[in-house]
């Protein structure tokens, strides 16, 4: 059953998913309020004072936290949130998780045992972090130096995890439930880099290295620690074989096969997004 137009906070909202959640919610009437720093009124995770202007009003809220789940401080920030959203009225909160996360499992309960209609969305690693994140770098520089070369991730695209995330917030059929979503396949790093060379034309190789190579030519590039660290993470604990199965997840909501990442990368090859020419004007 549908129901009627909602008032939705997206949280991330120039972000991979809430950017396309956002747009979608819009496209079917529904009253979006955009989450984040720069938006007005502003949402910032590190700043409560922020939070009841952005929730005034709403009855749901699209939660895709920062920087994640997994990072000490999230539990109590989500259980702050959660608390604060119900308190002023929000009726629904959609979650934005990651795939084999204990800790994003943690969140995840707090939310379920929110007192109000839930959904979580938990994913697998997105299509676009070779996009519009720390992988689009070396898919530019044409040489994708990686650890855990072995490693089988299904991987999903954010189209996908949008259309379900919007169906999770406007559809009863889908409230209270977990969707594990995972990509149509398995692919290594190498297959990603192969599919890249093919879409784009340009020569991708792609390189095995040590998580502790990988770490210290973060730390040559000046990524801030905190992000090398959630990066280690990642890596480490996630690539680990946990996930390396695909779910049918996106097809039990939308009724059709998840993108595969050969059609996103055509996409992006197409957009503009890896020419490493564009991408230096
Ligand atoms: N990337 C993956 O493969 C993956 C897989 C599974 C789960 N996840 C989860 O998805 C969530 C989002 O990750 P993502 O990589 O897709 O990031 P993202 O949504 O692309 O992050 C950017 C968005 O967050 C906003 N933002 C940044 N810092 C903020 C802050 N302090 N307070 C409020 N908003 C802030 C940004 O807007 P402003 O700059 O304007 O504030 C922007 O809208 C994370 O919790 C992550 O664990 C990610």
Redesign the pocket.
């Known amino acids: 059953m549908i129901m009627k137009a909602r008032k939705i906070l997206v949280?991330?909202?120039?972000?991979?998913?809430?950017?396309k959640v956002a747009e979608r919610l819009v496209k079917k009437g529904h009253e979006v309020r955009m989450?984040?720093?720069?938006?007005s009124p502003?949402?910032?995770?590190?700043?409560s004072d922020t939070w009841p202007g952005a929730v005034e009003g709403m009855d749901t809220v699209y939660i895709?936290?920062?920087?994640?789940?997994?990072l000490p401080g999230?539990k109590e920030a989500i259980r702050g949130f959660s608390q604060l959203a119900v308190d002023a009225g929000v009726q629904k909160l959609v979650i934005?998780?990651?795939?084999g996360?204990k800790e994003?499992q943690e969140c995840e309960e707090i939310v379920i045992h929110s007192g109000v209609d839930w959904a979580v969305i938990?994913?697998?690693?997105?299509n676009?972090?070779f996009s519009?994140?720390f992988l689009l770098e070396p898919i530019l520089a044409g040489h994708l130096a990686l650890p855990r070369a072995e490693a089988k991730i299904p991987l999903?695209d954010?189209d996908d995890i949008a259309d379900v995330a919007v169906e999770a917030i406007t559809k009863e059929e889908h409230t209270n439930k977990v969707h594990e979503l995972t990509g149509p396949r398995l692919l290594t790093f190498s297959e990603v880099a192969t599919q890249v060379s093919k879409a784009t034309g340009r020569e991708i190789a792609f390189q095995p290295v040590t998580l502790e190579q990988y770490s210290a030519m973060m730390e040559e590039h000046n990524v801030p620690k905190p992000f090398i660290q959630l990066v280690n993470y990642?890596f480490s604990e996630l690539l680990d074989g946990r996930n390396a199965h695909v779910t049918d997840g996106v097809e039990r909501v939308l009724g059709r096969k998840p993108k595969d990442f050969s059609e996103y990368a055509r996409e992006m090859a197409a957009s503009g997004i890896w020419d490493p020419v564009e991408a230096k004007r």
């Open positions: 949280l991330g909202a120039t972000g991979k998913t809430g950017r989450g984040s720093r720069s938006a502003a949402f910032d995770w590190e700043n895709a936290f920062q920087p994640d789940l997994a999230a934005l998780s990651g795939r996360e994003a938990r994913c697998d690693w997105f676009q972090n519009e994140s999903i954010t990642l």
